[in-house]
């Protein structure tokens, strides 16, 4: 999740709206917030509880948002962590640390939906979910004397991200259960909803008419990479939430899934899932398009090894489609490999701010309909603004040397004279970045 004001150059000042994209990344940490990872395992060592949760709550809290609240005095505290469209609840004494979310709000009884959290119990391992009258929850306790850094970090992520995921499905396959405290949940301006609806629109009408263009076996492979590209820019550039994000993560679950199924079939199988989307309601797309705080990355961080060499696997297959008359696969194919990584991994903020450059300057039409000001590359004349480019990546270097103080882009090696060739040397960039913090 990030949120950008671009256009700091030295060409203008353009201030730009404030909107978040992407997914969170907690692989986000300043060099201060890890020192305060290092000083709550040391007062813990240390017997100083108390301390050693203030260091810990500071390490967990994004300088961006307030995602974490902590208070304490010399009996005990209390915190509340934001997850999506759950809050986390908690607070300590001398003898033990208690933390809770709620899921629902149960009307009636129901035989099925205890059954369903008894199943829930199995999966979890630090948390469990429970019933507290009409309320269902998901609780999370240890003792002072076990409650390491570790201990806390991994019980609090498993009862906020399970919480964050499971409402949904729940108020969603039980007519029984409601919604409930989410009153933090920031409703997105309705200008700002009703650009990404429409792009959530165009992006899938594109995708289709273009796969209905190919043929289906001769092009399986770059209909799969057609596909998947559109759904990790929805994921990006909108950022859909609860069971939107949920039936979109099911598409692409599609094709990592490890079967014995040829990739025409399950190109046919995610568009046929992808036409089911596009058919529902507006409302029901509407609905999942909203803010929300998060303390916790719900993928995991990656060696940088993994991500150059997804970038360079994708780019490799790029040489094909543009020797033979097909540019536009080629584009979305440099668009694949670094949007996967987005998708997947928890990736170094820096990596995801050179992305979002990567994405204004190869979607300009979108962030110009969000409000966005600065032009980085406008597609109708093939025309790039290669002064506000650079001035961009070079704020982005500043920004993040003092942690990652041999990470820059070569920018005699970026070319401009196409989108094409910009998106294959700029990735090649990325690739190569040294991304080894101090």
């Given at each position: 999740?990030?949120?950008?004001?671009?256009?700091?150059?030295?060409?203008n000042?353009?201030?730009?709206?404030?909107?978040n994209?992407?997914?969170?990344?907690?692989?986000?940490?300043?060099i201060?917030?890890?020192?305060?990872?290092k000083?709550?395992?040391?007062?813990?060592?240390?017997n100083k509880?108390?301390?050693?949760?203030d260091?810990?709550?500071?390490y967990?809290k994004d300088?961006?948002?307030?995602?974490?609240?902590?208070?304490?005095?010399?009996?005990?505290g209390?915190?509340?962590?934001?997850?999506?469209?759950?809050?986390?609840?908690?607070k300590?004494?001398?003898?033990?640390?208690?933390?809770?979310v709620s899921l629902a709000h149960?009307?009636?009884?129901?035989?099925p939906?205890?059954r369903?959290?008894?199943?829930q119990?199995?999966?979890?391992?630090?948390s469990?979910?429970?019933?507290?009258?009409?309320?269902?929850?998901?609780l999370?306790?240890?003792?002072?004397n076990n409650?390491?850094?570790a201990?806390?970090?991994?019980?609090l992520?498993?009862?906020?991200?399970?919480?964050?995921?499971?409402?949904d499905?729940?108020?969603?396959d039980?007519?029984?259960l409601k919604?409930?405290?989410t009153?933090?949940?920031?409703?997105l301006?309705?200008?700002?909803?009703?650009?990404?609806?429409q792009y959530?629109?165009k992006?899938?009408?594109?995708?289709i008419?273009l796969?209905?263009s190919?043929?289906?076996?001769?092009?399986?492979?770059?209909i799969?990479?057609?596909i998947?590209?559109?759904?990790f820019?929805?994921?990006?550039?909108?950022r859909p939430e609860g069971k939107?994000?949920q039936e979109?993560?099911?598409?692409?679950?599609i094709?990592?899934?490890?079967?014995?199924?040829?990739?025409?079939e399950?190109?046919r199988?995610?568009?046929?899932?992808?036409r089911?989307?596009q058919?529902?309601?507006t409302?029901?797309i509407?609905?999942?398009l909203f803010n929300?705080?998060y303390?916790?990355?719900?993928?995991?961080?990656?060696?940088?090894?993994?991500?150059?060499?997804?970038?360079?696997?994708?780019?490799?297959?790029?040489?094909w489609?543009?020797?033979?008359?097909?540019?536009?696969?080629a584009?979305?194919?440099?668009?694949?490999?670094?949007?996967?990584c987005?998708?997947?991994y928890?990736?170094?903020?820096?990596?995801t701010?050179?992305?979002?450059l990567?994405?204004?300057?190869?979607?300009?039409?979108?962030?110009?309909?969000?409000?966005?000001?600065?032009?980085?590359y406008?597609?109708?004349?093939?025309?790039?603004?290669?002064?506000?480019?650079?001035n961009?990546m070079e704020?982005?270097?500043k920004n993040?040397?003092p942690?990652?103080?041999?990470?820059?882009?070569?920018k005699?090696?970026?070319?401009y004279?196409?989108?094409?060739?910009?998106?294959?040397s700029?990735?090649?960039?990325?690739?190569e970045?040294?991304?080894?913090?101090?």
């Amino acid at each position: 999740m990030l949120e950008k004001i671009f256009g700091r150059n030295k060409k203008n000042t353009l201030a730009d709206p404030d909107i978040n994209f992407g997914r969170y990344s907690d692989n986000n940490k300043s060099i201060d917030q890890l020192t305060k990872w290092k000083d709550a395992e040391t007062l813990f060592r240390e017997n100083k509880i108390f301390e050693c949760f203030d260091a810990f709550f500071k390490y967990l809290k994004d300088s961006e948002s307030d995602n974490v609240i902590h208070e304490r005095n010399e009996k005990g505290g209390s915190f509340s962590i934001y997850q999506g469209s759950k809050v986390v609840k908690g607070k300590y004494d001398d003898k033990t640390l208690q933390a809770e979310v709620s899921l629902a709000h149960m009307v009636l009884p129901s035989v099925p939906v205890m059954r369903r959290l008894l199943e829930q119990n199995f999966h979890v391992y630090y948390s469990r979910y429970a019933l507290d009258d009409e309320r269902l929850c998901m609780l999370f306790d240890t003792m002072l004397n076990n409650a390491s850094p570790a201990k806390l970090y991994y019980g609090l992520k498993e009862l906020a991200t399970r919480a964050d995921k499971q409402d949904d499905l729940l108020v969603h396959d039980f007519t029984v259960l409601k919604m409930m405290e989410t009153e933090h949940i920031i409703p997105l301006p309705e200008n700002e909803k009703e650009v990404k609806f429409q792009y959530f629109q165009k992006w899938i009408n594109e995708l289709i008419e273009l796969v209905s263009s190919l043929d289906m076996e001769k092009f399986s492979g770059g209909i799969a990479y057609l596909i998947l590209a559109t759904f990790f820019r929805i994921d990006f550039l909108l950022r859909p939430e609860g069971k939107l994000l949920q039936e979109m993560e099911k598409v692409i679950q599609i094709y990592f899934k490890k079967d014995e199924k040829p990739v025409v079939e399950k190109n046919r199988d995610m568009l046929a899932a992808i036409r089911k989307q596009q058919s529902k309601p507006t409302e029901e797309i509407t609905t999942f398009l909203f803010n929300a705080k998060y303390a916790f990355a719900i993928v995991q961080p990656q060696p940088y090894k993994t991500i150059s060499e997804t970038i360079s696997n994708a780019n490799q297959n790029v040489n094909w489609y543009h020797d033979n008359g097909y540019p536009l696969i080629a584009r979305q194919i440099t668009e694949y490999g670094i949007s996967y990584c987005q998708y997947a991994y928890s990736l170094p903020k820096p990596v995801t701010e050179f992305f979002l450059l990567f994405m204004m300057i190869n979607h300009d039409d979108y962030f110009r309909a969000l409000g966005f000001k600065n032009d980085y590359y406008k597609a109708a004349e093939n025309k790039f603004d290669k002064e506000a480019i650079e001035n961009r990546m070079e704020e982005i270097e500043k920004n993040w040397k003092p942690k990652y103080p041999r990470m820059g882009i070569n920018k005699d090696r970026v070319r401009y004279n196409s989108l094409l060739q910009f998106n294959l040397s700029f990735t090649k960039e990325l690739e190569e970045l040294d991304m080894d913090p101090v």
